[in-house]
């Protein structure tokens, strides 16, 4: 039988080390996840590049949000209830892939992220190796 899942004091399922992106998250981080969501177009990409603070002020973002942007704080944006997968869309702006952000939220450099990364997954070589074929 699997463990109980810990609860948290508001009697949600606790994670440790992990942000559980629950309905609050989603409500406390509207703003800059509709923010980065925008960033889908070249257009919006650009108007950040081009004055960040007015793009900010056009999505409401909190200042707690603001401040983490300003200081490109990937992880104060999602404490601030951002998204991995929106924020995503800002880190392409900052020069950030998604590794990094893999790297950033486990407090591991990026290669000892990527290492772990092929450590665990199945790559066409392993699997060649395991079926005994050439790769």
Partial sequence: M???PEQSSAGKRAIPGTLVFDGDAAQSGY??????????HAHNRE?????????MDRFNLTEEQRQAVRNRDVLAMLDAG????YLAKL???????????????TGMS??????ALLSHGMTETRVAEELGEAA
């Fill in 110 to 115: 990026l290669e000892d992220f990527k290492a």
């Fill in 82 to 85: 951002g998204n991995v997968y």
């Fill in 91 to 105: 880190a392409g702006i900052l020069g950030l892939g998604v590794q990094d952000l893999g790297a950033l939220q």
């Fill in 2 to 4: 699997p463990p109980i």
């Fill in 31 to 40: 703003a800059i996840n509709a923010m980065c969501y925008s960033f889908n």
């Fill in 47 to 55: 108007a950040f590049v081009a004055d960040e603070e007015g793009y």
